[in-house]
């Protein structure tokens, strides 16, 4: 694609170019920092004690290694559907092809339907009693509605949100600062590691865990296509994006070991907001689950602009019917795309625990991980007309390494779940064959 290209307002494709540059960082970092930092910190501090910020530079270190590999490829073939388009050039067969985008797609619809049943759980709990499905369903809806309107639209409502998370996780640093300027607080305890284990076991074991709090990058290689001069912007918004977030992690980490023993956040299922009543600064506690419930919308948006511009870009490649191209004439959004990926995301909330559906988001998302790092070593062969991004050969090979790890951590039900869902997906493939073979045929007739 030439520097033209680049800069026009819409792309070949008819998909509107209305992200810049900063407003690409945001919607990534809003997409990294979601929801799980404000749950996590209490689980990481049970496995490494003090030290958090040890596991959180060591899962920023892991996911920097494949965020190098969807820098140089997104922005050597900067097409919506991301993986899907990755795993065509470089291992071409259709299949392969397919079951990549799939499982991002998977991915994708089943962490929305996660989301929202945390939405509508026990933080919408705080304000409002309704049935957890019915909310996380009316949620959905709401979402849907944005992802429709426009990009732009979306991307600016993902701003807003992301200041308001970031504002919340700043709070709690503030916050134990001014606990230590009083005389209270416990610096010895951030160098503290938990007792009765090996430090090196601990840290490895917590940072899988820290690992997960750092997915999401990945959405935004599907809304390449909608951003503005991607080769030169892209690389500085996704590892912008993600030093932001690993620098929060750490801080965040730091504060809340110094405020509260290890094995008190580690029993705590609202760790940040023990953190904050720990502290006697008066903040409210319903402020603290207001701005949960936004860092859980944020996550739920994004998620679902990145489902959508995946159908649509699997849709373009002929891996799903041709309808999910569809956009709306005013707007430029796939609204077959939105409508279906909504849909499934629905009933995906009535079928499984937050949990569940969490662990079974890691295993999809590692197998496209690991697709994606083996195709930047394949794709070498191939050179394009326009500058790009391009990794030390070493960072995708040590990132493929990383997710083999990751993998083996995995339970026998998470895999029995992926399993499942992979074969469905193997199903969808043959009778999508099938159908456009009988086109096909009834067209030569």
């Not at 008819?14 to 990534?28: E, Q, T, V």
């Not at 596991?55 to 050597?76: F, H, Q």
């Not at 067969?93 to 079951?99: D, H, R």
């Not at 807003?160 to 709070?171: A, H, K, Q, S, Y």
């Amino acid at each position: 694609m030439s520097t033209s290209e680049h800069a026009t307002k819409e792309s070949p494709t008819g998909l509107k170019r209305d992200i810049s540059g900063k407003m690409l960082y945001l919607f990534i970092l809003g997409d990294v920092l979601g929801a799980g930092i404000y749950a996590l910190i209490g689980q990481i501090a049970g496995e490494v004690g003090g030290v958090t910020w040890v596991p959180m530079i060591v899962a920023l270190l892991l996911a920097l290694l494949t965020a190098a590999s969807y820098a140089e490829l997104v922005t050597k073939y900067p097409k919506a559907g991301g993986s899907a388009v990755f795993a065509e050039r470089a291992y071409r067969k259709p299949v392969i092809s397919f079951l990549v985008g799939y499982c991002m797609l998977a991915a994708g619809v089943v962490s929305a339907s996660g989301l929202a049943l945390a939405f509508a759980g026990d933080y919408l709990g705080t304000f409002i009693d309704v049935p957890p499905v019915l909310g996380a369903i009316v949620f959905l809806l709401v979402i849907a509605l944005i992802n429709a309107r426009g990009i732009k639209e979306s991307v600016r409502t993902n701003l807003v949100m992301t200041m308001i998370e970031t504002t919340g996780l700043v709070l709690v640093v503030v916050a134990v600062g001014i606990m230590l300027g009083g005389g209270n607080g416990d610096l010895g305890r951030a160098t503290q590691f938990a007792e009765g284990g090996s430090p090196v076991i601990a840290v490895f074991g917590a940072a899988l865990l820290a690992y997960y709090s750092f997915v999401g990058f990945e959405t935004s290689a599907n809304v390449i296509e909608e951003v503005r001069e991607p080769s030169r912007v892209y690389p500085k918004a996704l590892f912008g994006a993600l030093a932001t977030a690993g620098v929060l992690y750490v801080l965040v980490g730091t504060a809340a070991s110094v405020a509260v023993p290890a094995d008190e956040l580690g029993e705590s299922t609202g760790p940040l907001l023990t953190v904050i009543q720990a502290t006697g600064v008066p903040i409210p506690a319903w402020l603290f689950s207001a701005i949960a419930l936004i860092a859980v919308a944020n996550g739920a948006l994004l998620t679902m602009i990145m489902s959508s511009r995946l159908a649509y870009g699997m849709g373009s490649q002929g891996l799903l019917p041709s309808a999910f191209t569809k956009v709306l004439p005013k707007r430029g959004t796939p609204w077959v795309a939105i409508v279906v990926t909504t849909g499934v995301a629905m009933v995906l909330t009535a079928t499984g625990s937050i949990a569940t559906l969490a662990e079974t988001v890691v295993l999809l998302l590692l197998i496209v991980f690991l697709s994606t790092n083996i195709a930047v070593l394949v794709l070498r062969r191939e050179r394009v007309e326009h500058t790009h991004f391009r990794a030390w050969t070493v960072l995708p090979v040590l990132a493929v390494l990383s997710c083999l790890i990751l993998l083996t951590q995995q339970s026998g039900e998470v895999w029995l779940r992926g399993g499942i869902i992979v074969a469905v997906g193997v199903v969808l493939y043959i009778l999508t064959r099938v159908v456009r073979g009988r086109k096909a045929s009834d067209a030569t007739r």
